[in-house]
């Protein structure tokens, strides 16, 4: 439902991560990042990106893309959003602005080329730069946009998912009623101790509004720990105008003491925040720092004699912004509240890693290797939130429906042959957050479009997938 592998898909398409937990298709372009289109600051941060793979950008649109990944091959079926956050770097760069008209005009041409050439639908990502800088008005626009070229769907990584929550997911409902589109609560939640429980209000606002006709859903994975941008933690006053802007202030030593408060102010405990060890860093971008990834913040502090907040700020300076941590913020009842909704579909919110080459680094989150096993072993079976049936219905029909990928979700005459193996009784995670690079047990064969990718538990290295565009040719 919910991935982030997008060009990993080209570095290393037998992705072994994804199909050893049984994922037979990746949706990725989510959170408003997308492999295109790749114009102007879009395509220099895509190729900054990419170089950390050592992958050459040779495509700016979804079109050429795709054409790649289906000349390479690729072990899964992969299908796309298309990203708001990426098509604001193409118009208007990293700028902290709303768009002039001709600006959302020129954005709105980029959204349906994106969905003719086979886009599922628009994606945004509220948190992140530039994304953030969408109001409402420019959220509907690109969202009516999309349903005028015939992907009436809006997947949201809302504006806040911590003390403004509701009105974060009011926002994303306001998008579905005023365009007429589906909406997608990714990776739903409520981050940070004092807003546990909030859960059961933003569920309640969804099922208020599906019985009022808007087709909004959401996904989760299971963990209470959510993985980003360690720079998230940032003030957004030092975060505006994107990452060159944001490292002009932090190198300046006024500026990093006056941030290094704020940031420390947001944390503290007496004041309702969750403290510096609830952040684990899981990778860096440098050789220097490798050995920090599997560290939490606190630790980094101690180690460089600091306090925190200058650990952080002096890690993000050396990282150039690079870093991706692990906050320890959700509660688990809650993460069981999520998924007992009927609505709610189970995501990795992850890249497809392997367990050697160039994406076997860090210490990843769990959820890269886990999350799909994870929900029998925790959430049906020790916690019943759901039976098995249900369970496999969240990870199937449910976000093949909601996508509208034709032919795919169920098992039935007719349909696609993407099939998993399993032992319901035993399917379980291995993967821990010191040790992510495990596979799962209990899964034993995988087949997509009908060829086994996972034999007896082996990766078989055959690539059968496909790229499922919107349309008619999402089905066989
Ligand atoms: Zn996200």
Sequence with gaps: MHSHSDELWLVNPRCEGKILQGVTTEIGGNCGTSVAPLYAA???????????????????????????????????????????????????????????REELDAQNRLIRGAIEEGALGVSSGLIYEPGRYADLAELVACASAARDAGAPLYASHVRDEGDAAEDAIAEALAVGERAEVAVQCSHHKAAGTKNWGKVHRT??????????????????????????????????????????????????????AAAALAVELARDPKFGGDGWDTILVTGVSSERNAELAGMRIDAIARRWSTTPPRAVIRLLVEEELRVDSAFFSMSEDDVAAVFSASFCSVGSDASARAFSGITARGVPHPRTFGTFPRVFGRYVRQRHVFETAEAVRRMTSLPAQQFGLRGRGQVALGMCADLVVFDDEHVVDRATYENPFVPPDGIRDVYVNGFAVVREGAVTGARPGRVLRRGPSTSS
């Design 42 to 100: 879009a395509l220099a941060k895509k190729r900054r990106d990419a170089a950390d793979y050592r992958l050459d950008v040779q495509w700016t649109s979804f079109d050429a893309f795709f054409t790649l990944v289906e000349r390479e091959g690729v072990a899964l079926n992969v299908a796309s959003l298309v990203g708001l956050g990426t098509t604001r770097l193409c118009i208007a760069g990293p700028d902290a602005r709303r768009l002039e």
């Design 203 to 256: 569920l309640a606002a969804i099922d208020r509004a599906r019985t009022r006709g808007i087709a909004v859903a959401c996904d989760a994975y299971p963990y209470v720990a959510s993985w980003t941008e360690l720079a998230t933690v940032l003030p957004k006053s030092v975060r505006d105008g994107g990452d060159e802007a944001a490292l002009v202030r932090l190198r300046d030593p006024e500026q990093a």
